[in-house]
């Protein structure tokens, strides 16, 4: 049976899911190394990096696809990472689980609940490790985006073509 087709979100917004058959990050170099990888993708580039949240077993990632393309946009990132992963553990083949999943972003609503979730997500999980663990975690949402937070609530003003106030913490 063929996988369904992707939505295709009227904005270019997308929540993004990648599933590791395994762990995705045992290290905190692991943790560093998909981060750089985000970063030097979106670099330059006519599309933007919202937040992510980096979990034990999963990424998490809000984009912007812009004239990019969101295929066009995970097929580097999760490629270069399977790479650099397989080759610093002595692996070979699939890392993650299957393709990764999308969810349209449509709203400004659906914006700010996806972003909260995320954040939530690595407060509850510490980034998908058990309480307790020697590994250090990294969650990178307000902190980390690329945008400030002017340039974000400017984008979504743009996007949604909407006013807000502020973007709440």
Same mark, same amino acid.
Not at 23 to 40: A, G, Q, R, V, Y
Not at 55 to 62: D, G, P, Q, S, T
């Given at each position: 049976?063929?996988?369904e087709k992707r939505e295709i979100s009227s904005t270019g917004m997308y929540h993004i899911l990648l599933r590791g058959i395994?762990? /995705? +990050?045992?290290?905190?170099?692991?943790?560093?190394?998909?981060?750089?990888? &985000?970063?030097? +993708?979106f670099e330059g580039k006519n599309a933007k990096l919202l937040g992510y949240s /980096? &979990?034990?077993?999963?990424?998490? !990632?809000?984009i912007d696809e812009g004239e990019v393309g969101i295929?066009? !946009?995970?097929?580097p !990132?999760? #490629?270069s990472y399977a790479r650099y992963f397989n080759r610093v553990n002595d692996l070979q083949g699939k890392l993650f689980y299957d393709r990764y999943k999308s969810e349209p972003i449509e709203s400004k609503t659906e914006l700010a609940d996806v972003l909260g979730f995320m954040k939530n997500m690595g407060a509850k999980y510490s980034g998908g490790l058990e309480k307790g663990s020697s590994v250090k975690t990294f969650s990178f949402i307000d902190?980390?985006?690329?945008? #400030?937070?002017?340039? /974000?609530?400017?984008? !979504?003003? #743009?996007? +949604?073509?909407?006013?807000?106030?502020?973007l709440g913490k």
């Open positions: 049976m063929a996988r395994d762990e /995705l +990050f045992s290290k905190d170099e692991d943790f560093k190394e998909f981060s750089s990888i &985000l970063e030097n +993708f /980096l &979990l034990k077993n999963r990424v998490h !990632i809000v295929s066009a !946009i995970m097929k !990132i999760s #490629t902190d980390y985006c690329r945008m #400030t937070d002017e340039e /974000l609530k400017d984008y !979504i003003e #743009t996007a +949604f073509g909407v006013k807000i106030s502020a």
